[in-house]
Protein backbone atom coordinates (compact mmCIF):
# COMPACT_ATOMS: atom_id res chain seq x y z
CA UNK A 1 0.00 0.00 0.00
CA UNK A 2 1.11 3.37 -0.48
CA UNK A 3 2.68 5.33 2.12
CA UNK A 4 1.40 9.20 2.85
CA UNK A 5 3.74 10.90 3.80
CA UNK A 6 3.06 14.84 3.25
CA UNK A 7 -0.21 16.61 3.14
CA UNK A 8 0.03 20.14 1.05
CA UNK A 9 -2.43 22.67 1.09
CA UNK A 10 -0.39 25.25 -1.01
CA UNK A 11 -3.29 28.09 -1.25
CA UNK A 12 -6.53 28.33 -0.95
CA UNK A 13 -9.56 26.00 -2.20
CA UNK A 14 -11.14 29.42 -3.58
CA UNK A 15 -8.39 30.99 -5.65
CA UNK A 16 -7.04 28.00 -6.88
CA UNK A 17 -10.83 27.19 -8.34
CA UNK A 18 -10.53 30.13 -9.99
CA UNK A 19 -6.99 29.97 -11.37
CA UNK A 20 -7.28 26.20 -12.47
CA UNK A 21 -9.12 23.94 -14.97
CA UNK A 22 -12.20 22.30 -12.83
CA UNK A 23 -14.94 22.78 -16.27
CA UNK A 24 -11.93 21.04 -18.24
CA UNK A 25 -10.55 17.94 -15.96
CA UNK A 26 -13.36 15.20 -17.24
CA UNK A 27 -12.53 16.28 -21.31
CA UNK A 28 -8.73 16.09 -20.57
CA UNK A 29 -9.53 12.57 -18.53
CA UNK A 30 -11.37 11.65 -22.31
CA UNK A 31 -8.84 12.71 -24.48
CA UNK A 32 -5.96 11.04 -22.72
CA UNK A 33 -7.90 7.84 -22.77
CA UNK A 34 -8.39 7.94 -19.11
CA UNK A 35 -11.78 7.00 -17.09
CA UNK A 36 -12.97 10.86 -15.77
CA UNK A 37 -14.69 8.92 -12.93
CA UNK A 38 -11.40 7.51 -11.38
CA UNK A 39 -12.15 7.79 -7.19
CA UNK A 40 -8.60 8.20 -6.65
CA UNK A 41 -8.92 11.58 -7.95
CA UNK A 42 -10.32 14.45 -5.39
CA UNK A 43 -12.28 17.14 -6.86
CA UNK A 44 -13.76 19.97 -5.64
CA UNK A 45 -17.30 20.83 -4.74
CA UNK A 46 -17.98 23.97 -7.12
CA UNK A 47 -16.67 22.13 -10.65
CA UNK A 48 -19.79 23.81 -12.53
CA UNK A 49 -17.74 27.16 -11.83
CA UNK A 50 -17.96 28.69 -16.01
CA UNK A 51 -13.94 29.36 -16.92
CA UNK A 52 -13.86 32.48 -19.08
CA UNK A 53 -10.30 31.43 -20.00
CA UNK A 54 -9.12 27.83 -20.89
CA UNK A 55 -5.81 29.22 -22.98
CA UNK A 56 -2.89 26.87 -22.56
CA UNK A 57 0.29 29.07 -23.73
CA UNK A 58 2.76 27.25 -24.81
CA UNK A 59 6.73 27.82 -24.16
CA UNK A 60 9.56 26.14 -25.52
CA UNK A 61 12.94 27.03 -23.80
CA UNK A 62 14.80 24.22 -23.96
CA UNK A 63 15.57 21.64 -26.63
CA UNK A 64 14.22 21.16 -29.53
CA UNK A 65 10.77 18.63 -30.44
CA UNK A 66 12.04 16.42 -32.87
CA UNK A 67 9.02 14.36 -33.91
CA UNK A 68 6.35 16.41 -35.38
CA UNK A 69 3.29 13.36 -34.83
CA UNK A 70 4.34 13.44 -31.35
CA UNK A 71 4.06 17.58 -31.25
CA UNK A 72 0.31 17.28 -32.94
CA UNK A 73 -0.79 14.46 -30.57
CA UNK A 74 0.33 16.43 -27.74
CA UNK A 75 -1.82 20.13 -28.81
CA UNK A 76 -4.62 17.50 -30.09
CA UNK A 77 -5.21 16.06 -26.91
CA UNK A 78 -5.33 19.15 -24.87
CA UNK A 79 -7.65 20.99 -28.00
CA UNK A 80 -9.75 17.73 -27.54
CA UNK A 81 -10.43 18.50 -23.51
CA UNK A 82 -11.81 22.11 -24.54
CA UNK A 83 -8.29 24.16 -24.12
CA UNK A 84 -6.85 26.61 -26.55
CA UNK A 85 -3.62 26.20 -27.06
CA UNK A 86 -1.46 29.79 -28.21
CA UNK A 87 2.05 30.03 -29.42
CA UNK A 88 1.78 27.09 -31.15
CA UNK A 89 4.31 27.66 -33.53
CA UNK A 90 7.01 27.70 -30.88
CA UNK A 91 7.19 23.83 -30.63
CA UNK A 92 7.85 23.61 -34.27
CA UNK A 93 11.53 25.36 -34.46
CA UNK A 94 15.10 24.24 -34.51
CA UNK A 95 18.08 25.82 -34.24
CA UNK A 96 21.34 23.55 -33.70
CA UNK A 97 19.92 21.22 -30.68
CA UNK A 98 17.46 23.88 -29.26
CA UNK A 99 13.58 25.08 -30.17
CA UNK A 100 14.64 28.16 -31.75
CA UNK A 101 17.39 30.65 -31.46
CA UNK A 102 18.18 32.51 -27.69
CA UNK A 103 15.86 34.95 -28.71
CA UNK A 104 13.38 33.10 -30.15
CA UNK A 105 12.99 31.19 -26.78
CA UNK A 106 13.39 33.97 -25.13
CA UNK A 107 10.51 36.01 -26.83
CA UNK A 108 7.90 33.56 -25.69
CA UNK A 109 8.12 34.61 -22.13
CA UNK A 110 9.09 38.25 -22.67
CA UNK A 111 6.06 38.87 -25.25
CA UNK A 112 3.64 38.18 -22.24
CA UNK A 113 4.04 41.26 -20.97
CA UNK A 114 2.52 43.08 -24.16
CA UNK A 115 -0.89 41.38 -23.51
CA UNK A 116 -3.38 42.53 -22.07
CA UNK A 117 -4.90 39.80 -20.41
CA UNK A 118 -2.63 36.49 -19.20
CA UNK A 119 -2.84 32.48 -20.31
CA UNK A 120 -4.59 30.21 -17.66
CA UNK A 121 -1.43 28.18 -17.91
CA UNK A 122 2.15 28.46 -19.67
CA UNK A 123 2.79 24.79 -20.71
CA UNK A 124 6.88 23.73 -21.35
CA UNK A 125 7.25 21.74 -24.27
CA UNK A 126 9.90 19.60 -23.44
CA UNK A 127 13.30 19.77 -21.43
CA UNK A 128 16.52 19.14 -22.76
CA UNK A 129 18.98 22.14 -22.30
CA UNK A 130 18.98 25.61 -23.19
CA UNK A 131 17.00 27.64 -20.50
CA UNK A 132 19.80 28.75 -18.30
CA UNK A 133 20.79 30.93 -21.37
CA UNK A 134 17.63 33.02 -21.54
CA UNK A 135 17.91 33.80 -17.42
CA UNK A 136 19.33 37.07 -18.08
CA UNK A 137 17.54 38.26 -20.17
CA UNK A 138 14.10 37.37 -18.71
CA UNK A 139 11.81 40.57 -18.14
CA UNK A 140 11.04 39.59 -14.52
CA UNK A 141 10.42 43.21 -13.47
CA UNK A 142 7.17 43.20 -15.61
CA UNK A 143 6.36 39.58 -16.38
CA UNK A 144 6.41 38.25 -12.62
CA UNK A 145 3.93 40.97 -11.55
CA UNK A 146 1.79 40.21 -14.14
CA UNK A 147 1.90 36.48 -13.74
CA UNK A 148 0.87 36.51 -10.26
CA UNK A 149 -1.93 39.34 -10.61
CA UNK A 150 -3.71 36.76 -12.87
CA UNK A 151 -3.04 33.50 -11.32
CA UNK A 152 -1.38 32.21 -14.42
CA UNK A 153 -0.03 28.29 -13.67
CA UNK A 154 3.08 27.05 -15.28
CA UNK A 155 3.97 23.38 -15.46
CA UNK A 156 6.98 21.68 -16.39
CA UNK A 157 10.15 20.11 -15.46
CA UNK A 158 13.69 18.73 -16.01
CA UNK A 159 15.70 21.74 -18.12
CA UNK A 160 12.75 23.84 -17.11
CA UNK A 161 13.71 23.88 -13.55
CA UNK A 162 15.55 26.61 -14.49
CA UNK A 163 12.58 28.63 -15.55
CA UNK A 164 10.75 27.97 -12.85
CA UNK A 165 13.65 28.92 -10.12
CA UNK A 166 14.46 32.20 -11.83
CA UNK A 167 10.94 32.84 -11.51
CA UNK A 168 10.51 31.99 -8.01
CA UNK A 169 13.76 33.85 -6.59
CA UNK A 170 13.67 36.95 -8.79
CA UNK A 171 9.65 37.38 -8.17
CA UNK A 172 8.02 34.92 -6.30
CA UNK A 173 6.30 33.11 -9.09
CA UNK A 174 5.21 29.60 -8.17
CA UNK A 175 4.40 27.10 -10.31
CA UNK A 176 4.24 23.03 -10.57
CA UNK A 177 6.43 20.74 -11.71
CA UNK A 178 4.41 18.20 -13.82
CA UNK A 179 3.78 17.09 -17.37
CA UNK A 180 4.73 18.58 -19.77
CA UNK A 181 3.46 18.31 -23.50
CA UNK A 182 5.83 16.50 -25.63
CA UNK A 183 7.07 13.56 -23.27
CA UNK A 184 3.61 13.44 -21.15
CA UNK A 185 0.62 14.83 -23.14
CA UNK A 186 1.81 13.90 -26.31
CA UNK A 187 3.20 10.27 -25.23
CA UNK A 188 1.90 7.16 -26.96
CA UNK A 189 0.15 6.11 -24.07
CA UNK A 190 -0.93 8.46 -21.72
CA UNK A 191 -0.36 8.11 -18.28
CA UNK A 192 -3.68 8.27 -16.31
CA UNK A 193 -1.81 8.23 -13.10
CA UNK A 194 -0.12 11.67 -14.58
CA UNK A 195 -2.92 13.31 -15.80
CA UNK A 196 -5.06 12.39 -12.68
CA UNK A 197 -2.74 14.38 -10.58
CA UNK A 198 -1.96 16.61 -13.01
CA UNK A 199 -5.72 17.70 -12.84
CA UNK A 200 -5.71 17.48 -9.03
CA UNK A 201 -2.49 19.61 -8.66
CA UNK A 202 -4.57 22.28 -10.92
CA UNK A 203 -7.45 22.23 -9.59
CA UNK A 204 -8.35 21.92 -5.98
CA UNK A 205 -6.53 23.37 -3.10
CA UNK A 206 -5.02 20.42 -1.30
CA UNK A 207 -3.43 17.08 -1.87
CA UNK A 208 -1.47 14.27 -0.79
CA UNK A 209 2.16 13.60 -1.48
CA UNK A 210 2.34 9.05 -1.48
CA UNK A 211 5.59 6.57 -1.83
CA UNK A 212 4.92 3.37 -3.05
CA UNK A 213 6.88 1.68 0.25
CA UNK A 214 6.63 3.01 4.20
CA UNK A 215 9.23 5.69 4.56
CA UNK A 216 11.43 5.40 7.85
CA UNK A 217 10.69 8.95 8.28
CA UNK A 218 8.12 11.33 8.07
CA UNK A 219 8.24 15.32 6.90
CA UNK A 220 5.30 17.37 9.18
CA UNK A 221 5.39 21.34 9.43
CA UNK A 222 5.44 23.58 7.89
CA UNK A 223 7.59 24.85 4.59
CA UNK A 224 7.58 25.64 0.97
CA UNK A 225 7.88 23.13 -1.67
CA UNK A 226 10.53 23.98 -4.03
CA UNK A 227 13.45 22.14 -6.17
CA UNK A 228 13.08 20.00 -9.25
CA UNK A 229 16.03 18.85 -11.64
CA UNK A 230 18.99 18.18 -9.62
CA UNK A 231 21.77 18.89 -12.70
CA UNK A 232 19.57 22.15 -13.12
CA UNK A 233 19.16 23.22 -9.57
CA UNK A 234 23.01 22.23 -8.30
CA UNK A 235 24.10 24.33 -11.66
CA UNK A 236 22.56 27.51 -10.23
CA UNK A 237 23.76 27.46 -6.65
CA UNK A 238 26.15 31.07 -6.79
CA UNK A 239 23.39 32.61 -9.00
CA UNK A 240 20.58 35.24 -8.43
CA UNK A 241 18.50 32.54 -9.76
CA UNK A 242 18.56 30.35 -7.53
CA UNK A 243 15.92 31.29 -4.62
CA UNK A 244 17.11 31.48 -1.19
CA UNK A 245 15.17 29.44 0.82
CA UNK A 246 15.01 28.30 4.47
CA UNK A 247 13.16 25.75 6.32
CA UNK A 248 11.92 24.39 2.74
CA UNK A 249 10.81 20.99 1.57
CA UNK A 250 13.01 20.35 -1.44
CA UNK A 251 12.01 17.79 -4.26
CA UNK A 252 14.78 16.39 -6.72
CA UNK A 253 14.80 14.00 -9.45
CA UNK A 254 16.84 13.44 -12.31
CA UNK A 255 18.04 11.30 -15.52
CA UNK A 256 21.12 9.39 -16.79
CA UNK A 257 23.52 10.66 -14.40
CA UNK A 258 25.88 7.87 -12.48
CA UNK A 259 25.62 7.50 -8.67
CA UNK A 260 29.25 9.25 -8.31
CA UNK A 261 27.61 12.34 -10.52
CA UNK A 262 24.40 12.66 -8.44
CA UNK A 263 26.86 12.60 -5.11
CA UNK A 264 28.87 15.35 -6.49
CA UNK A 265 25.77 17.75 -7.63
CA UNK A 266 24.11 16.80 -3.93
CA UNK A 267 27.77 17.45 -2.01
CA UNK A 268 27.49 21.03 -4.15
CA UNK A 269 24.35 21.72 -2.14
CA UNK A 270 25.85 20.44 0.89
CA UNK A 271 28.65 22.39 1.04
CA UNK A 272 27.07 25.36 -0.24
CA UNK A 273 24.61 25.44 2.77
CA UNK A 274 21.95 24.88 1.34
CA UNK A 275 20.66 21.50 2.09
CA UNK A 276 21.21 22.08 5.75
CA UNK A 277 18.80 24.83 5.88
CA UNK A 278 15.75 22.30 4.31
CA UNK A 279 13.16 20.74 6.61
CA UNK A 280 12.71 17.59 4.43
CA UNK A 281 14.34 16.01 1.05
CA UNK A 282 12.32 14.26 -1.31
CA UNK A 283 13.74 12.33 -4.02
CA UNK A 284 11.96 11.30 -6.94
CA UNK A 285 12.93 9.31 -9.38
CA UNK A 286 17.15 9.21 -10.42
CA UNK A 287 16.28 7.08 -13.96
CA UNK A 288 19.98 5.58 -14.95
CA UNK A 289 18.74 2.86 -17.16
CA UNK A 290 21.69 0.54 -18.01
CA UNK A 291 24.73 3.25 -16.94
CA UNK A 292 27.28 1.01 -15.33
CA UNK A 293 31.12 2.15 -14.06
CA UNK A 294 33.94 -0.13 -13.46
CA UNK A 295 35.14 1.81 -10.57
CA UNK A 296 31.92 2.25 -8.65
CA UNK A 297 33.17 -1.63 -7.19
CA UNK A 298 29.11 -2.01 -5.53
CA UNK A 299 28.49 2.03 -4.76
CA UNK A 300 25.12 2.67 -6.26
CA UNK A 301 22.42 4.94 -5.60
CA UNK A 302 21.41 3.70 -2.57
CA UNK A 303 25.49 4.20 -1.34
CA UNK A 304 24.71 8.40 -1.99
CA UNK A 305 21.38 8.31 0.07
CA UNK A 306 22.96 6.67 3.23
CA UNK A 307 26.15 9.07 2.59
CA UNK A 308 23.10 11.83 2.55
CA UNK A 309 21.59 11.04 5.47
CA UNK A 310 25.10 10.40 7.50
CA UNK A 311 25.57 13.99 6.59
CA UNK A 312 21.87 15.82 7.36
CA UNK A 313 19.56 15.59 10.59
CA UNK A 314 16.70 15.80 8.53
CA UNK A 315 14.33 13.50 6.98
CA UNK A 316 15.98 12.33 3.14
CA UNK A 317 12.82 10.56 1.79
CA UNK A 318 12.96 8.46 -1.73
CA UNK A 319 10.81 6.90 -3.69
CA UNK A 320 8.85 10.30 -4.88
CA UNK A 321 6.65 9.63 -8.05
CA UNK A 322 8.60 12.29 -9.92
CA UNK A 323 10.91 13.06 -12.45
CA UNK A 324 11.57 11.22 -16.01
CA UNK A 325 9.19 8.25 -15.59
CA UNK A 326 5.69 7.44 -16.97
CA UNK A 327 3.72 7.74 -13.83
CA UNK A 328 4.79 10.84 -12.22
CA UNK A 329 2.85 12.95 -9.75
CA UNK A 330 2.55 16.44 -9.94
CA UNK A 331 4.54 18.70 -7.02
CA UNK A 332 4.13 22.41 -6.13
CA UNK A 333 7.39 24.28 -6.55
CA UNK A 334 7.11 27.76 -4.84
CA UNK A 335 3.92 26.88 -2.47
CA UNK A 336 3.72 26.52 1.38
CA UNK A 337 3.03 23.59 2.77
Given at each position: ??S??L???P?S????LQ???T??????????GTN????A??????TAM?L???E??L????GT?PN??????????L??A??S??N??AI???Y???????QER???L????A????PRMLL??R????????L??I?????????K????????YSD??A?Q????A????G?????ML????G?R???P?????F???TTT??WN??T????A???S?E????????????????????PD??????FL????????????M????Y?????Q?Q???F??D?????????????????S???Q?R??L??????????G?I??????P?GYP?
Amino acid sequence: MPSSILHATPISRRTLLQRGFTAASAGLLQACGTNPHQPAISTPEHTAMPLQNNEIALLACSGTLPNAMQRQHGVERLQKAGFSISNRSAIDRQYQRFAGSDQERLQDLNQLTARQDMPRMLLAGRGGYGACRLLPHIDYARLCPMLKEAGTQIMGYSDFTAIQLALLAKGGVGSFAGPMLYSDFGARNVSPMTMQHFIQATTTADWNIFTPTPQAHQASGEGLFWGGNLSVLSSLTGSPYLPDIQGGLLFLEDVGEQPYRLERMLQQLYLAGILQQQKAIFLGDFAMGRIVDAYDAGYTLDSVIAQLRSQLRIPVLTGIPFGHIHDKTTLPLGYPA
